[in-house]
C-alpha cells in the first residue's frame, strides 16, 4: 500500500525503502515524485481535511489556472460554491471508504475528478485520498508521437491521426491542411493499414489505449508541500 504519511510525503531525499528482509530496495520518494510528473493525469494526495499532500506537475497547472479547481488555503476546492460542494461531498464519501466521480463543466471547459481511498479505516496510517484529474487531451499524449514513429507514419499522416483524435471530420481535416478529402481518406487507409485495424474507430481505440505519457514538463510555481527539486523543467 502506498504511504501517504509526513515520514514518506516530507522526510529526507535520500530516503530509500527496503522490504523487511532487507534485500530489494524500494522506490524512494524522489523516484515517486518523477514517476507522478511523467504520468499524463493530474494526480492529488489529500487529507482528511482536504488539504494538499501532494500534487503532481499536471495537478499543479490545474489548480493554477482555477478554471474549475483551486488550491485555497492549500486545501482543495472548486471555482464555485456549487463545484467546492460536490468535491466535499467526494472527499466525506472517501474517508468512509467508498469511491467516487465528480464530474463538473464550466463554459467549454470540463473536468473530472476521481475519489480513491489510500487507506482502510482499520489501518492506522493517516488517512488520504487520491484524486485522479481526466485527460483534457489525449492528442497531447506522447505516446501518440511515438505510436506514430512505431508505425512509421509521415508527417502527415501523424497530422490526420492528430486530426481524428481532435474528433474532426474528414473535410475539416482536409481543409485545416489545405488538401482535398480523398487525399485525406488516402492517409487514413494507410494508417488503418499500419496500425493493422478494419477501422477508424478501432484506430482510435487503439490511440485511446496508449500508456498516459506527458509530452512535456514546464515550470510553473510550485506549491508549498511539494519538493521543487523533485520538479522537472
Known amino acids: 500500500m502506498l504511504q501517504t504519511t509526513d515520514s514518506v510525503w516530507r522526510g529526507g531525499t535520500a530516503h530509500i525503502d527496503t ?8 522506490i524512494g520518494r524522489p523516484h ?11 494526480m492529488l494526495i489529500i487529507d482528511v481535511r482536504g488539504g494538499i499532500l501532494h500534487a503532481n ?11 474549475i479547481v ?12 456549487r463545484f467546492s460542494a460536490q468535491i466535499q461531498e467526494a472527499i466525506d464519501a472517501a474517508f468512509r471508504g467508498q469511491r467516487g466521480l465528480v464530474m463538473m463543466q ?3 471547459r ?3 475528478l476521481a475519489f480513491t481511498p489510500l487507506t482502510h479505516p482499520l489501518e492506522i496510517d493517516a488517512p488520504s485520498v487520491l484524486v485522479l484529474m481526466s485527460r483534457q487531451n489525449r492528442c497531447d499524449n506522447l505516446a501518440v508521437s511515438m505510436f506514430a514513429r512505431a508505425l512509421a507514419l509521415s508527417r502527415s ?13 474528414i473535410g475539416d481535416i482536409a481543409r485545416l491542411h489545405n488538401v482535398a478529402e480523398s487525399t485525406v481518406r488516402s492517409q487514413i487507409k494507410t494508417l488503418r493499414i499500419k496500425a493493422g485495424v478494419s477501422s477508424i474507430r478501432a484506430l482510435l481505440q487503439r490511440v485511446n489505449s496508449l500508456p498516459p505519457v506527458v509530452p512535456s514538463l514546464h515550470v510553473i510555481t510550485p506549491m508549498s508541500h511539494n519538493a521543487t527539486e523533485f520538479s522537472h523543467p
Do not use: K, Q, T, W
Open 19 to 26: 522490504d523487511p528482509d532487507g534485500v530489494r530496495p524500494g
Open 32 to 42: 515517486l515524485m518523477r514517476v507522478f510528473d511523467e504520468i499524463d493525469y493530474g
Open 57 to 67: 506537475h499536471l495537478a499543479r497547472h490545474e489548480l493554477a489556472n482555477g478554471r
Open 70 to 81: 483551486r488550491s485555497l488555503g492549500n486545501n482543495l476546492m472548486g471555482s464555485s460554491a
Open 106 to 108: 464550466a463554459n467549454d
Open 110 to 112: 470540463e473536468l473530472s
Open 157 to 169: 499522416e501523424e497530422a490526420v491521426l492528430v486530426g481524428l483524435c481532435r474528433g474532426l471530420e
